[in-house]
């Protein structure tokens, strides 16, 4: 249930809100296609982010030796220096991209991150096809709009497969995103352990900041307190647990409560309804009756009320 509980959450990153987070491509991508005398040694001023397609590519990174197969992905942080080469008798193509990923275009995201160099990427059957148009399609010489959104889940899937944690040496602590920074990091630590009834508390503490002031800052730009928004994750799983099929009272255990009517209570607070109205939204969406009803009618079958009644 883990592994399930992880998929529904949306990633290491999914969190953030979306504005803050700068991707800049910084050259078109690199249709890799090496023969067996393919040989490079270099190093780059941005990440570099490799995916293997067919055949194998060998590489030389700090004293290791790495192999990378299709379905593989590993990154290059800036100023890593390498070395690669093809001892195959198969050529060696893949796709590689040079980038950059900052937070307000200030912090380097990347750099926050512990990542695993290399991974075999757990989607692979969706991004098999997505990376083989991405690389057939990319111009020669230039970036697309397409391929900015198209890499965007591309390296999305790369960081929530290779993620080992949020790096605790701290940036600098006196602008607005750093704070902001600081916050979106302690939203996604509690997000991706809501079950750990003491997450909150630890994220507070971690942060660089007073622990007050930090309270407070996390409570201004999410709305909501540390607990609080841990209390959302909660419900949140609870509730895609039950779109897919788990019983009100299944998902409530699930998620951490043993006492359903304060399960029912949380989740009313959350979502703005009981969890079985809910489910009769869920319902009647699926069938299309909402569409032709208006809210007052909408209202009345969600809630058992016929329309202007008390």
């Given at each position: 249930m883990a592994k399930k509980m992880d998929e529904i959450e949306g990633g290491i990153l999914g969190r953030f809100p979306p504005g803050a987070l700068s991707l800049v491509l910084t050259r078109s991508a690199i249709k890799m296609q090496h023969s067996s005398s393919w040989r490079i040694e270099k190093e780059n001023p941005v990440e570099d982010l490799l995916i293997a397609l067919d055949g194998r590519g060998?590489?030389?990174?700090?004293?290791?030796?790495?192999?990378?197969?299709?379905?593989?992905?590993?990154?290059?942080?800036r100023g890593t220096r390498f070395l690669g080469w093809n001892d195959g008798p198969e050529g060696f193509l893949g796709v590689a991209q040079h980038f950059?990923?900052?937070?307000?275009?200030?912090?380097?995201?990347?750099?926050?991150?512990?990542?695993?160099?290399?991974?075999?990427?757990?989607?692979w059957d969706v991004l098999e096809p997505m990376i083989r148009h991405y690389r057939q399609s990319a111009p020669p010489s230039s970036v697309t709009l397409a391929q900015h959104h198209l890499f965007m889940v591309m390296l999305l899937s790369f960081i929530d497969d290779a993620f080992l944690g949020w790096r605790k040496d701290s940036v600098a602590m006196d602008s607005s995103a750093a704070i902001d920074l600081a916050v979106m990091k302690?939203?996604?630590?509690?997000?991706?352990?809501?079950?750990?009834?003491?997450?909150?508390?630890?994220?507070?503490?971690?942060?660089?900041?007073?622990?007050?002031?930090?309270?407070?800052?996390?409570?201004?730009?999410?709305?909501?307190?540390?607990?609080?928004?841990?209390?959302?994750?909660?419900?949140?799983?609870?509730?895609?647990?039950?779109?897919?099929?788990?019983?009100?009272?299944?998902?409530?255990?699930?998620?951490?409560?043993?006492?359903?009517?304060?399960f029912s209570r949380c989740f009313k607070r959350v979502q703005g309804?009981?969890?079985?109205?809910?489910?009769?939204r869920v319902a009647l969406s699926r069938d299309g009756q909402l569409l032709?009803?208006?809210?007052?009618?909408?209202?009345?079958?969600?809630?058992?009320?016929?329309?202007g009644g008390g």
């Open positions: 060998s590489y030389l990174i700090e004293g290791e030796r790495l192999t990378l197969d299709p379905g593989e992905a590993m990154l290059l942080p950059t990923l900052s937070v307000h275009g200030e912090h380097d995201l990347i750099a926050q991150m512990d990542l695993a160099r290399k991974v075999r990427l757990s989607r302690a939203a996604s630590r509690i997000s991706a352990a809501p079950l750990d009834d003491d997450i909150a508390q630890q994220a507070v503490e971690e942060a660089p900041y007073n622990p007050d002031y930090f309270h407070r800052a996390f409570r201004d730009r999410t709305g909501r307190t540390p607990r609080q928004y841990q209390e959302f994750c909660r419900i949140e799983r609870a509730t895609h647990l039950m779109e897919a099929g788990m019983t009100v009272s299944a998902a409530a255990v699930e998620v951490g409560f043993a006492d359903p009517y304060y309804l009981s969890p079985r109205a809910h489910m009769r032709g009803m208006d809210e007052p009618e909408q209202e009345a079958a969600l809630t058992g009320n016929r329309p």
